[in-house]
T-cell receptor, first 112, second 115 residues
Framework: TQLLEQSPQFLSIQEGENLTVYCNSS?????LQWYRQEPGEGPVLLVT?????EVKKLKRLTFQFGDARKDSSLHITAAQPGDTGLYLC????????????FGKGTLLTVNP | NAGVTQTPKFRVLKTGQSMTLLCAQD?????MYWYRQDPGMGLRLIHY???????AKGEVPDGYNVSRLKKQNFLLGLESAAPSQTSVYFC??????????????FGPGTRLTVL
């Protein structure tokens, strides 16, 4: 059973379109992180959300943590080919500050 | 700073062979991790360490052993490789946080194929 469910698994869009990626769980997380991974490289942290209902913006990327701290979303406005990559959500469960649990990832392709 | 480095980058093994993957970090981080990444499976934690001389099992520890004799190094061993261990292995490190969800810094990965 996957603790963190990401959807969609694959997403192919045209440059300029908007998109949203979802990360859902039945468990409560003390914090959630979003990482981006490019082919042949390790994941790189984009953002950490800690407070229920928190919204963070990183240029054209908007991240939201659900009020109950069980879900998160990543919204990209006016996607560009440089946004192409694997987006991974990951969370620290309550009482487990050492271990991150990862979702399976969303592979995004932005076509010019 | 080199960050997190992994050796080797690629390796091909025959079933039953053994090998050790080396991870090194120069950020003086307390926590270190080994993950494996398989298509459609995301990252799964194999073993981790919260300090020099300590190790603990993660989600998928069977068939792997680890050692953290020095703070900057975390070794992952496969005693008798199996085709099911064909994967991309990532090492990561993280600073001690006192409760703060600090960033995990990842190495570039080791692509292992077991024939």
């Amino acid at each position: 059973t996957q603790l963190l469910e990401q959807s969609p698994q694959f997403l192919s869009i045209q440059e300029g379109e908007n998109l949203t990626v979802y990360c859902n769980s039945s468990s409560v997380f003390s914090s959630l992180q979003w990482y981006r991974q490019e082919p042949g490289e390790g994941p790189v942290l984009l953002v950490t959300v800690v407070t229920g209902g928190e919204v963070k913006k990183l240029k054209r990327l908007t991240f939201q943590f659900g009020d109950a701290r069980k879900d998160s979303s990543l919204h990209i406005t006016a996607a560009q080919p440089g946004d192409t990559g694997l987006y991974l959500c990951a969370g620290y469960q309550r009482g487990s500050n050492y271990k991150l649990t990862f979702g399976k990832g969303t592979l995004l392709t932005v076509n010019p | 700073n080199a960050g997190v480095t992994q050796t080797p980058k690629f390796r091909v093994l025959k079933t039953g062979q053994s090998m050790t993957l080396l991870c090194a970090q120069d950020m003086n981080h307390e926590y270190m991790y080994w993950y494996r990444q398989d298509p459609g499976m995301g990252l799964r934690l194999i073993h981790y360490s919260v300090g020099e001389g300590t190790t603990a099992k993660g989600e998928v520890p069977d068939g792997y052993n680890v050692s953290r004799l020095k703070k900057q190094n975390f070794l992952l061993g496969l005693e008798s490789a199996a085709p099911s261990q064909t994967s991309v292995y990532f090492c990561a490190s993280r600073d001690y946080s006192g409760g703060t969800p600090n960033e995990q810094f990842f190495g570039p990965g080791t692509r292992l194929t077991v024939l």
